[in-house]
């Protein structure tokens, strides 16, 4: 239905910003709200940031007042700016999509397959 392809990770050291990118394709038109999500070895996966179809946002703690998501809507395209990074935002980064499914409301997730930010001296 949707795929979700990120992109913009890499290494960059304490204190740096980095921009992921997550574009959209496929079935689009019902995406209710997409999000960003990160995965440290070992650990669980943790939400970041979410952004409605009506332009809400909402932040998690660890990223809140550092981290930004935004859109592109001409391009399917949703972002994370990521300033002020810290070594324990190193983690695989995924994104991913809701869209309803039926009439009675159901919802389906879709998901990247990540892209990894290492932040490091």
């Known amino acids: 239905q949707v795929q979700l392809v990120e992109s913009g990770g890499g290494l960059v050291q304490p204190g740096g910003p980095l921009r992921l990118s997550c574009v959209a394709s496929g079935k689009t038109s019902n995406i209710n709200s997409m999000g960003w999500y990160g995965r440290a070895p070992g650990n669980q996966r943790e939400w970041v940031a979410t952004l409605t179809n009506g332009g809400r946002t909402n932040y998690g703690d660890s990223g809140k007042g550092r981290f930004t998501i935004s859109r592109d809507n001409a391009k399917n395209t949703v972002y994370l700016q990521m300033n002020s990074l810290k070594p324990e935002d190193t983690a695989v980064y995924y994104c991913?999509?809701?869209?309803?499914?039926?009439?009675?409301?159901?919802?389906?997730?879709?998901w990247g397959q990540g892209t990894q930010v290492t932040v490091s001296s």
């Open positions: 991913n999509a809701d869209s309803i499914v039926n009439i009675e409301g159901s919802t389906v997730t879709a």
